[in-house]
């Protein structure tokens, strides 16, 4: 029997969910790439170096000739969930019984690396491989893959083929910021939330953050008692139960070249020492090579041409997990590479290339015309739940993210809109498929 050689690019959670289900088949050979030394992506802490400080510059205005921190995580120190555990867990591996609801980031890399370990996907990972490039090859009408990595270790470089490729190297690594007038004018400093770590070198200063998200809410929050100042600019109603020392604001108009910040209507100017942009990642693949016929729209926000997300329309045999947003993520990365398998053992069938084009225009449109912008194109939201019964009718299988998810997801959801200052000392238990149980506020992570 020939193998299906199969390269996962990156070992955070959606290159390890999908390895696990080629795993399951002995007709595949997955070889995942990760340029780091361990599993996890994302949930990997890193320090910022002891030279850079994000306080003293504007990030924005050097942002082509400063060199920043090869950074791959946006993690912060003290990044607790803001989903619980009982809904975040792959369907196949439940967190440990004893941890809050809302576990501090160290706990989840743990999870992962248990996930690893669980069920034997080391052997398949290449750590501390870096991947150069991804180039189509056809011969005789098929189409392979030639992966060209270096090991970062004796910085040799190797070329290889392979019958698919499945792309999973998250997105919270490019960042992106608004366009406000006169912000490489700034003479504060300017920097985005993925260099956030920890409030002490923000002591005594007026921040300014921009974005109501979670990101921007915990760490304006953080800051409360360390800054002098701190202020939320929002472009949407925040979260209930804020401190009442968080100055909340409206967009930001513009930012002056004497350090004042100016608001969306509002006459009064606030000076600030550091703005904090909390706006989001682009996706990036550099390794892609123009034969792959990959194209990112919308500020880098949109993946074209993709089908439900994941398939490459022309090119099927590449695909992506985990370019979805505002999901439960690790359940849906699981079944998102159910789905590829399916297709890669042709148990399932890809519609016509015209329908899968359509069905693409047809989502992109939708979102538009129920208000989301352009850059929205992945987002999901409360449409996830749709989405993912489609996954699973479309390889004929019963959706392994059961109800009770959704139920406690839409739960947490409202407590974290209605009190934002208390939603992650609530804790649950599942009970069954279709029920759960709020249990009584824990401050075990307080």
């Given amino acids: 029997m020939e ?29 995942v790439f990760e340029a780091g030394k361990q599993v996890g992506g994302t949930w990997i802490y890193q320090e910022m170096p002891t030279d850079f400080d994000p306080t003293k510059m504007n990030l924005y205005a050097k942002r082509s000739t400063l060199s920043l921190p090869n950074c791959h995580s946006s ?65 005789q009408d098929k189409n392979y893959w030639m992966l060209t990595y270096t090991d970062l270790d004796s910085h040799q470089t190797t070329s290889a ?26 003479p504060g400093a300017i920097t985005h939330s993925h ?18 998200g979670p990101s921007g809410t915990d760490i304006a929050i953080e800051l409360i008692d360390t800054a002098k100042q701190v202020y939320l600019s929002c472009h949407k109603e925040p979260a209930a139960n804020l401190p009442s020392q968080l100055n909340i604001r409206n967009s930001i108009k513009r930012l002056h070249s004497n350090g004042f910040v100016e608001f969306e209507n509002d ?36 993946i074209r041409p993709v089908f439900m997300h994941i398939f490459h329309m022309y090119h099927p045999t590449l695909s992506f997990v985990g370019v ?20 890669l053992l042709k148990e399932t069938t890809l519609p016509s290339i015209d329908e899968m084009k359509l069905d693409e225009e047809n989502d992109y449109q939708e979102r538009l015309n129920n208000g989301l912008k352009p850059r929205h194109a992945h987002f ?41 200052a208390q939603y992650r000392h609530q804790n649950y238990r599942i009970i069954n498929e279709d029920t759960f149980e709020h249990l009584q506020p824990c401050d075990d992570h307080k």
């Fill in 3 to 31: 193998k299906i050689r199969v390269a996962v690019i990156g070992a955070g959670a959606a290159g390890l969910a999908t390895v696990r289900q080629l795993s399951k088949h002995d007709i595949f050979q997955p070889t």
């Fill in 75 to 139: 993690m912060y120190k003290e990044l607790h969930t803001n989903i619980p555990k009982e809904i975040m867990a792959f369907p196949d591996y439940p967190f440990p019984q004893h941890l809050p609801s809302y576990v501090h980031h160290p706990d989840v890399l743990a999870y992962l690396e248990g996930y690893a370990n669980q069920f034997n996907l080391l052997p398949y990972i290449k750590f501390r491989t870096f991947v150069e490039s991804l180039s189509r090859q056809e011969d």
């Fill in 161 to 186: 083929t392979f019958d698919a490729v499945v792309i999973c190297n998250g997105h919270y690594n490019k960042t992106v910021y608004p366009d406000i007038p006169d912000m490489d004018q700034f």
């Fill in 195 to 212: 260099y956030y770590r920890e409030p002490s070198i923000y002591k005594d200063k007026v921040v300014v953050l921009m974005g109501p």
């Fill in 267 to 302: 006459p009064h100017l606030v000076k600030a020492d550091c703005v904090i942009f909390c706006t989001g990642f682009a996706y990036q693949f550099p390794f892609l090579t123009p034969s792959c016929d990959v194209r990112l729209e919308n500020q880098q926000r949109r």
């Fill in 324 to 343: 979805c947003q505002k999901i439960v993520p690790f359940p849906q990365f699981y079944l998102q590479a159910a789905v590829v398998v399916s297709v």
């Fill in 380 to 420: 999901l939201g409360e449409r996830q739940w749709a989405y993912n019964d489609r996954l699973a009718a479309f390889i004929k299988i019963k959706n392994p993210i059961n109800m009770v998810i959704e139920k406690i997801y839409k739960f947490a959801m409202l407590w974290r809109r209605n009190d934002v």
